[in-house]
């Protein structure tokens, strides 16, 4: 006789999910590994249906005034049959060798970001949208095992897209914090930015990713002799299979803060990203030492497993090894690479005009989900001679079918002002009418929607704004008014929520979430 019993997590565990060890921007890598996955397993499908300018974009906006985050993709979407499984905890995907494999990180990060999130999805080649929100505290409280799905019909199949919202972020990024969020994410990515496969941006900045330039110079113990390039390529193989490729070098120019090494994992950094670099001590030394302000380089791991938040490596007892075998590599007496960042000191600078070979790019293992992604990545471990990229700020590029005027979906004309005088204060209120179905606010605010260029007079308030006109209300708005009328809604209500909020008015926000739930029903 046998019985069967259910062991699937209680919805309790989301609660718990608010007190995991994370970093914001390891918790924002959750949502750009979802999108960058969803990309690489339907590529195909992506380039057929928007040509073969597509590209994957992942565009992240934090209002820390507001407390909002959201995250928004044009990767493949979350189908129907799917749907169901990718919002289970710990319900990992049938495809694990990709960047989803542990089926914990968007319900993870959400929980972890915020007590009320949504999540709004349309898959390719379907023709309903779905929106799904989460209300944390009353799902543990009242123990609820499902949740309502509301679906959008009418929506076209060429539409593709998944955006999440977080309301009422605990803790919201404030200026430092966001600007470390830029650069670790910039770091963590770095290898599909340069390949050209993914434009991420944050408030509106695109960001990427320069490779530090490579030391060249003689060896330390003959200042006189020929000038040496010191970057030393590294391949190796550790106990049970597991594989390293990869690169050392030493800093043309030392940094205490970013000198150190990158550990990737199937195309991303999982240590070493940004000021968190990796710098053992067998290899660089105690304290501040020279090695600690020159040695760099990006080693790919296949074959180690890694914590499910993907921050760390699970060594399982072959950190030591790993050490070891890089500290030959760089032990070599006909490059001592090791030897050179310690001793080396730095000459005057060469004044001939002669330039520099280009620094290396980045490396991606062979026989890994990213290989083959780009020109820019190979297969083969090796070290590729490319230009660096640019770093943060590069502008929008040709983003693909789907994108215009830097935004990541088209809209139905440009961005239109409207100006006015309240209380003796001057607004400025910049209102994008967009049509895509990905856009599921039905007024959106924002200082992300404030065009770069948007000029005002001096004592003039600036408020951005995007009204989604594939909303319900808007649909039938638009048969019985002019966009005129739209705009001068907008702009009221914006400058009215601006002004109960900085009157002391809290949770401004859900009049309007109320307010779009309670338009988009039909008429009795």
Avoid at 57 to 83: H, P
Avoid at 235 to 256: K, Q
Wanted: a neutral charge.
């Amino acid at each position: 006789m046998s019985e069967k019993i259910n062991i699937r997590p209680d919805v309790g565990v989301l609660a718990v999910l608010r007190h995991l060890n994370y970093s914001p921007w390891y918790a924002l890598a959750e949502y750009v590994d979802n999108s960058i996955d969803s990309y690489i397993k339907n590529k195909a499908a992506l380039i057929a249906a928007d040509g073969p300018a597509y590209k994957l974009r992942v565009d992240i906006t934090i209002d820390s005034a507001q407390k909002i985050i959201t995250i928004l993709d044009n990767a493949a979407g979350i189908s129907a049959g799917d749907l169901n499984r990718a919002l289970q905890v710990a319900a990992p995907p049938p495809d694990r060798k990709g960047l989803s494999e542990f089926g914990m990180g968007m319900k993870a990060a959400s929980c972890w970001f915020s007590p009320m999130w949504g999540i709004k999805t349309k898959a390719l080649g379907e023709t309903v949208s779905r929106l799904i929100k989460f209300d944390v505290d009353s799902i543990v409280s009242n123990h609820i095992q499902e949740l309502d799905v509301t679906l959008i019909p009418d929506t076209p199949s060429s539409e593709h897209f998944t955006g999440i919202k977080l309301a009422q972020v605990f803790d919201p990024p404030y200026k430092r914090t966001t600007g470390k969020i830029k650069s670790h994410l910039a770091s963590i990515y770095r290898a599909f930015i340069q390949a050209g496969e993914l434009v991420l941006t944050v408030n509106g900045e695109q960001l990427g990713y320069a490779v530090p330039d490579v030391l060249e110079a003689a060896i330390y113990s003959d200042p006189s002799g020929p000038s040496i390039r010191w970057l030393q390529e590294v391949s190796f193989e550790c106990a049970g299979g597991r594989t390293v490729r990869g690169f050392a070098a030493i800093r043309e120019t030392g940094s205490t803060a970013e000198a150190g090494f990158s550990l990737f994992r199937r195309g991303r950094v999982i240590v070493g990203s940004y000021e968190e670099v990796y710098r053992p001590e067998a290899l660089f030394g105690r304290g501040n030492s020279y090695r600690s302000q020159r040695l760099f380089g990006e080693f790919h791991l296949e074959g180690f497993g890694v914590s499910h938040t993907k921050d760390g490596f699970q060594w399982e007892g072959c950190e030591e090894e790993f050490l070891s075998l890089l500290e030959k590599a760089l032990s070599n007496p006909a490059k001592p690479l090791l030897r050179q960042a310690e001793n080396y000191r730095k000459n005057p600078p060469k004044t001939n005009g002669s330039s520099k070979p280009e620094p290396p790019s980045i490396v991606s293992p062979g026989g890994s989900p990213t290989a083959g992604l780009g020109a820019g990545i190979n297969g083969n471990g090796t070290v590729p001679p490319a230009k660096p990229q640019p770093a943060a700020g590069l502008g929008t590029g040709n983003l693909g079918a789907k994108a215009a005027t830097g935004s990541l979906f088209p809209t139905l004309a440009p961005v239109k002002q409207h100006r006015l005088k309240h209380n003796g204060t001057h607004w400025q209120v910049h209102v994008e009418l967009s049509s895509s179905y990905a856009h599921s606010e039905w007024l959106e605010m924002g200082d992300h929607l404030i065009p770069k260029a948007a000029k005002s007079i001096p004592g003039e308030r600036n408020l951005g704004v995007r009204i989604a006109l594939t909303h319900p209300f808007f649909k039938k708005l638009a048969a019985h008014t002019t966009e005129e009328m739209l705009v001068e809604l907008a702009a009221g209500l914006a400058i009215a929520r601006t002004i109960a909020a900085e009157g002391g008015a809290t949770k401004t926000g859900l009049l309007l979430d109320f307010l779009g739930e309670v338009l988009a029903q039909p008429s009795l």
